[in-house]
């Protein structure tokens, strides 16, 4: 007989059933059992012979990772013989394999919850082995009910006459139930008082959003808030937030391709069982009752972020939003949290937002999962870039439901963690050449996502069986947050404290992504503490898994008040404006006065995320940032109507290590108002071709930073098999389409093959991948 231990994705995802349907169509005889994470397996067949069969057999969400096997007699396990195979009890053992991800609610389960006369209608908590929370109902491993937040719940008999046949596709499925032994919806009224369960709950929360209202629905990992379009205003009223992009989930793939253009890729991912949030263009020719609530959706912007139903719940609410009369194939759903906070699991932490109405469900949450968020890549022809999960590629923006757990090989095996920067953050675990990172986390400015850092340090350091550290990585920024908490971890475990510089981090994480040793590197950021004590964020560097070479950068530029220009940007397109004689007017007298005095002794940066909120007061007239991020997003939509970008009037000889910045911005002014000044922000007149200006000047810097970092890739020898120097885009920045594309025109135009992010977040969502991988490379 032989003994085989399988890590991968075994547990929770009907890896014992499927194999052993495998062993009684092969007619083998023998075991398999849950051993801490992984999977064990005793059979009288040849090992290499059976696993061919069991792979025929598995589920889409099944993955064998690594495999160890040896021959030995039945007596040597202390047990005879079997006479059939069986799933034999779970085990404690290592925690060596990754988990699955939460994923989509398979067509046949949503067949069986529409069917009147199937037992599990209108059940919104139908699933099978191949769909179905995962990540957020694991309570501890091994995966077994007991250790599942489907523990409360005892199995009727319909459900045990499933759970336990083996010619049923919920054979062992651990989280399986029916509306006579499972979790049960509720409707609240805004008195919080339950009025409705079941169907009539559904019902009563469709009434509440036909009427106007705004409701909170319990998912499988949070809280979402959910209106029509049409209620847009108020809720942004409501909620205080006057510009941000809400997510807008549509019915079905039909809809979707009636109010944004589809791609075949955005297609393919939008109905991938990880049904992420998916960032595309609004069509213009969009259906007349639809293009206000995509206006309103995301004022400003060419894109809107979509998404398909992926639980049974939103399935039913749609069902119940037609019955109800509710005519609109879409609603508005979005993360249900205070501003600032992470997403509520429980009304009481939501409560403050006193809403219309409450759908909530009784089963716990094991841990807050937001829903993904990705861009889909534009045309990149022979750009290395991997698969994400279910084969996407994408730009993360935020990697959570569906996408994670994502384990990710390293060349290194120690054990480290790492904590990111402040923004967008993600924790990050390190174990036998792997990297496993958690879901976003957020803005660890605010306490309570401080707390849920701390929260996801201890789950992950223990469903991935981390155990000791290492190594803590930080971020080089003497203030942050992760930085002093990171430094309370290692003086704790007496390990070593290793700060690595934010773009560095983001080099190596795409190292990570794309499994190359070394490459050029072009970071386009925000800002992030530089070596010398200064803010970077337009880099031209060399990166590998001992350090990096910093190739160039832009020429550095003024940010008057340092964060205050992040709020608001004309200060930025001013101090640049006043650098090369001309003036910007403000409206504001005393602003001026102040900003005049202290024009030479401005904070100065190379980000070139600061530079397009520059670019995007000058052009556009945004002086207010509302949210993160606000003024380089609205200029992308000015970015992407250019058809052919004007390059030609912003080259400048690419020498020294300065990016050239004042003599461009210089150049733009002249070619859009050659009358000269005084100026004022927005005022620039579209006729003269301001999308082709604008993605000129963009374009010519970024240029400039690909010819520097395949220099450097060259002289470094981190070539492909053809010669041609690998550089990359990473950084904030890079999630901007027409900037990605500019990225790879000037890659082409010097022979360089291009790298692209596909499954770390380019933004600071990836940052603790690269201090991961840095950290355990100095073990």
Request: charged share 25%; proline share 6%; glycine share 12%.
């Amino acid at each position: 007989m032989w003994l085989i231990h399988i890590t991968g994705v075994v547990q929770g995802v009907g890896f014992r059933p499927s194999v052993k349907r495998a062993a009684d169509r092969m007619g083998c005889r023998g075991f398999i059992r849950n051993d801490g994470s992984h999977v064990t397996i005793g059979v009288d067949a040849d090992a290499s012979t059976f696993l061919s069969g069991v792979r025929e057999e598995l589920g889409p969400m099944a993955s064998i990772e690594g495999v160890d096997s040896s021959e030995m007699d039945w007596a040597d396990l202390n047990m005879e013989e079997p006479a059939g195979f069986s799933i034999t009890p779970s085990r404690e053992g290592s925690m060596d394999s990754s988990l699955p991800p939460d994923t989509a609610m398979c067509r046949v389960c949503q067949g069986e919850m529409f069917d009147p006369d199937d037992r599990r209608y209108r059940f919104p908590f139908t699933n099978c082995t191949d769909c179905g929370a995962r990540y957020t109902a694991i309570l501890s491993l091994p995966y077994d009910r007991e250790r599942t937040t489907m523990e409360p719940f005892d199995l009727c008999t319909g459900c045990l006459d499933e759970y336990t046949n083996p010619t049923f596709r919920r054979f062992h499925a651990q989280t399986i139930s029916c509306g006579k032994d499972g979790p049960i919806y509720t409707y609240l009224g805004r008195d919080m008082k339950e009025s409705a369960s079941g169907w009539d709950a559904f019902l009563g929360a469709a009434r509440e959003i036909r009427r106007g209202g705004r409701i909170i629905m319990k998912g499988w990992g949070g809280m979402h808030i959910c209106c029509a379009p049409s209620e847009l205003e108020g809720l942004r009223e409501w909620y205080g937030r006057p510009y941000k992009p809400f997510a807008l989930m549509v019915r079905d793939l039909e809809t979707a391709d009636s109010i944004v253009r589809l791609s075949m890729e955005g297609r393919r991912i939008l109905s991938s069982p990880a049904r992420p949030i998916v960032l595309m263009e609004k069509r213009h020719d969009a259906p007349e009752w639809a293009r206000k609530g995509l206006d309103l959706a995301s004022p400003g912007l060419c894109n809107v972020g979509i998404y398909l139903p992926y639980s049974g719940g939103h399935h039913l609410l749609f069902s119940a939003l037609s019955e109800v009369g509710f005519a609109r194939p879409w609603v508005v759903m979005t993360s249900g949290n205070l501003p600032g906070e992470p997403m509520a699991l429980t009304l009481d932490a939501i409560s403050d937002l006193d809403a219309d109405g409450y759908l909530v469900h009784n089963r716990e949450i094991s841990a807050r999962c937001d829903d993904s968020v990705v861009v889909p890549h534009p045309p990149a022809g022979s750009a290395v870039r991997r698969p994400g999960p279910f084969d996407m590629l994408s730009f993360p923006i935020r990697k959570a439901r569906g996408l994670i757990p994502d384990p990710l090989d390293i060349p290194f095996t120690g054990r480290v963690m790492a904590l990111g920067a402040e923004r967008n953050v993600s924790l990050s675990v390190t174990k036998r050449g792997r990297i496993f990172t958690s879901p976003y986390i957020g803005n660890t400015r605010h306490p309570s996502v401080m707390d849920y850092l701390r929260e996801s340090k201890s789950r992950m350091r223990y469903l991935f069986g981390v155990g000791d550290i290492e190594a803590v990585g930080v971020d080089l920024h003497p203030r942050y947050n992760t930085g002093r908490y990171g430094s309370e971890v290692a003086k704790e475990e007496g390990v070593d404290l290793v700060k690595i510089q934010h773009h560095h981090a983001h080099g190596a994480s795409l190292l990570v992504d794309s499994g190359l040793a070394s490459m050029g590197c072009v970071v386009v950021d925000g800002v992030g503490h530089g070596d010398d004590g200064k803010p970077w964020g337009g880099e031209s560097m060399w990166v590998d898994h001992q350090g990096y070479v910093r190739a160039s950068h832009l020429e550095p530029f003024g940010i008057p008040g340092g964060d205050a220009s992040v709020h608001h940007p004309e200060r930025i397109a001013r101090w640049l404006c006043r650098e090369v004689g001309w003036e910007l007017a403000l409206g504001d007298e005393r602003l001026e006065t102040i900003l005049e005095k202290t024009h030479g002794s401005s904070l100065m940066t190379s980000s070139m995320g600061r530079l397009l909120d520059g670019l995007s007061a000058l052009l556009l007239g945004v002086t207010w940032r509302t949210y993160d991020g606000e003024p380089a997003i609205r200029l992308e939509a000015l970015l992407g109507r250019s058809k052919n970008p004007w390059t030609e009037p912003f080259d400048h000889p690419v020498c020294g290590t300065g990016i050239e910045v004042t003599s461009r911005w210089r150049t733009l002014l002249e070619e859009l108002w050659s009358e000269g000044g005084p100026l004022s922000p927005g005022s620039a007149a579209d006729d003269k071709g301001l999308p082709d200006i604008a993605m000129g000047f963009v374009e010519s810097v970024v240029g400039d930073l690909v010819v520097k970092a395949a220099n450097e890739a060259l002289a470094k020898g981190s070539v492909d098999g053809e010669g041609r120097p690998y550089v990359g885009i990473t950084g904030g920045v890079s999630y901007n389409v027409p900037i990605v594309m500019g990225f790879l025109r000037s890659c082409d135009r010097v022979g360089a093959r291009a790298v692209l992010h596909s499954r770390v977040p380019p933004g600071d969502g990836g940052i603790s991948v690269g201090q991961a991988v840095m950290a355990a490379s100095r073990l």
